[in-house]
């Protein structure tokens, strides 16, 4: 079963984030951003293909049954490298880039079986999905100077459940762990429910809210990484390519140094010091969730347009902006400013405004 975990869904930090990556891709109409602002879920439309866990870019959202973190270590150790729907994975598409990365470069050579695609019911986006994966990691493979190879190949793997459909598949090669979950009437009230289930925030999200999280596919893509030589040279690559990390560019003059980007940064990867006079950015942690840009009202934050994957194996902290603190002539507050203000940001509005409503001017 598919569970959101609301405190980790990027679009709990702000009404102003835009993702909605989980309903994109999902190849029913499962998942739908419901009115609280979060995903809301139909559980009875859900296949748990595993799609959404995979390209959500926080880890927001897991099935019961399927671990990708688990699965990945499971998965190195075994000799086979088939990765099949009829096998070891719900499809394809619920392992993430950096899951198929990780995995390549440490088994050197991963086959992913898509010989049911073509007679697949959610083939549509989820074939689409699986493709675009493998031209990001090769492309990115390439870039490394690494010699892994990921296959893409018609192998038709059969067990015993090669006649039932794939959701039988699925539950039969979930047994144990179903098993053992002991999953909960609760559970199976609403998968049988036709309703999208609306999720809110409570008490204990918020908490997880205000804890930066690194999720666990960027921990193992790190670790995957650290066991591979260093490229002859860095390459840079076309950053569109790139969907699970970026590099930042900042503008100085549209900064107002309202401290939005890092105080919503979910991972760390956006941060400043106690005294806010700066921010600095660490592409190592950045999961590419774009809520920095959709609070950034000035758009002073953009996104480069190349990522040189010399941050994969030397990560460094930038230093994006560095500001002048200061108190503000008005109200006295200690604030931070790229210019020569005498006045806080919030001082300055509400100035400019006044001035606006007596149709004061500079020269008056
Ligand atoms: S953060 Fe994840 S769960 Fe939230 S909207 Fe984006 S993809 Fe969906
Ligand atoms: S830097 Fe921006 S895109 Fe990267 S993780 Fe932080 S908020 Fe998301």
């Given at each position: 079963m598919l569970k959101l975990n609301a405190g980790l869904c990027v679009r709990s930090l702000s009404v102003e984030s835009e993702c909605n990556k989980c309903e994109l891709v999902c190849p029913t109409t499962a998942i739908a951003i419901g009115e609280s602002n979060l995903p809301a879920?139909?559980?009875?439309?859900?296949?748990?293909?595993?799609?959404?866990?995979?390209?959500?870019?926080?880890?927001?959202?897991?099935?019961?049954?399927?671990?990708?973190t688990n699965f990945f270590f499971d998965f190195v150790e075994d000799k086979d490298n088939l990765l099949?729907?009829?096998?070891?994975?719900?499809?394809?598409?619920?392992?993430?880039?950096?899951?198929?990365i990780s995995l390549a470069v440490l088994k050197k050579e991963i086959v992913f079986d898509m010989g049911y695609c073509d007679?697949?019911?959610?083939?549509?986006?989820?074939?689409?999905?699986?493709?675009?994966?493998?031209?990001?990691?090769?492309?990115?493979?390439?870039?490394?100077?690494?010699?892994?190879?990921?296959?893409?190949?018609?192998?038709?793997?059969?067990?015993?459940?090669?006649?039932?459909?794939?959701?039988?598949?699925?539950?039969?090669?979930?047994?144990?762990?179903?098993?053992?979950?002991?999953?909960?009437?609760?559970?199976?009230?609403?998968?049988?429910?036709?309703?999208?289930?609306?999720?809110?925030?409570?008490?204990?999200d918020i908490a997880l809210l205000r804890r930066k999280t690194i999720p666990n596919r960027r921990k193992i893509f790190f670790?995957?990484?650290?066991?591979?030589?260093?490229?002859?040279?860095?390459?840079?690559?076309?950053?569109t390519e790139v969907s699970?990390?970026?590099?930042?560019?900042?503008?100085?003059?549209?900064?107002?140094?309202?401290q939005m980007c890092y105080r919503v940064c979910p991972t760390g990867a956006l941060v400043s010091d106690t005294k806010n006079s700066k921010i600095d950015f660490d592409p190592f942690l950045c999961i590419k969730c774009h809520i920095c840009h959709d609070v950034c009202e000035p758009n002073a934050i953009t996104l480069a347009s190349s990522?040189?994957?010399?941050?994969?194996?030397?990560?460094?902290?930038?230093?994006?902006?560095?500001?002048?603190?200061?108190?503000?002539?008005?109200?006295?507050?200690?604030?931070?400013?790229?210019?020569s203000d005498r006045m806080c940001y919030r001082c300055k509005c509400e100035d400019e405004e006044a001035r606006e409503l007596w149709g004061i001017t500079d020269d008056m």
């Amino acid at each position: 079963m598919l569970k959101l975990n609301a405190g980790l869904c990027v679009r709990s930090l702000s009404v102003e984030s835009e993702c909605n990556k989980c309903e994109l891709v999902c190849p029913t109409t499962a998942i739908a951003i419901g009115e609280s602002n979060l995903p809301a879920i139909n559980f009875s439309e859900c296949v748990t293909c595993g799609a959404c866990t995979a390209i959500c870019p926080s880890e927001a959202l897991t099935l019961d049954e399927f671990d990708a973190t688990n699965f990945f270590f499971d998965f190195v150790e075994d000799k086979d490298n088939l990765l099949s729907c009829r096998k070891n994975v719900p499809c394809i598409s619920a392992l993430s880039i950096e899951h198929i990365i990780s995995l390549a470069v440490l088994k050197k050579e991963i086959v992913f079986d898509m010989g049911y695609c073509d007679s697949c019911d959610i083939a549509h986006t989820c074939h689409t999905q699986i493709l675009k994966n493998y031209e990001e990691a090769t492309y990115l493979l390439e870039a490394m100077e690494n010699e892994a190879v990921i296959k893409l190949e018609n192998v038709c793997y059969e067990n015993e459940a090669k006649d039932s459909n794939r959701r039988d598949f699925l539950n039969a090669a979930n047994l144990k762990t179903v098993a053992k979950m002991k999953k909960s009437f609760e559970d199976e009230v609403q998968k049988a429910s036709d309703e999208l289930t609306e999720h809110t925030l409570e008490k204990t999200d918020i908490a997880l809210l205000r804890r930066k999280t690194i999720p666990n596919r960027r921990k193992i893509f790190f670790t995957a990484i650290k066991r591979v030589d260093t490229p002859s040279q860095f390459h840079i690559v076309d950053a569109t390519e790139v969907s699970f990390t970026s590099q930042k560019l900042m503008d100085a003059e549209a900064c107002t140094a309202c401290q939005m980007c890092y105080r919503v940064c979910p991972t760390g990867a956006l941060v400043s010091d106690t005294k806010n006079s700066k921010i600095d950015f660490d592409p190592f942690l950045c999961i590419k969730c774009h809520i920095c840009h959709d609070v950034c009202e000035p758009n002073a934050i953009t996104l480069a347009s190349s990522y040189n994957v010399k941050e994969f194996f030397e990560p460094k902290v930038q230093s994006l902006m560095s500001f002048n603190v200061r108190r503000c002539d008005e109200c006295d507050m200690v604030f931070s400013t790229n210019s020569s203000d005498r006045m806080c940001y919030r001082c300055k509005c509400e100035d400019e405004e006044a001035r606006e409503l007596w149709g004061i001017t500079d020269d008056m």
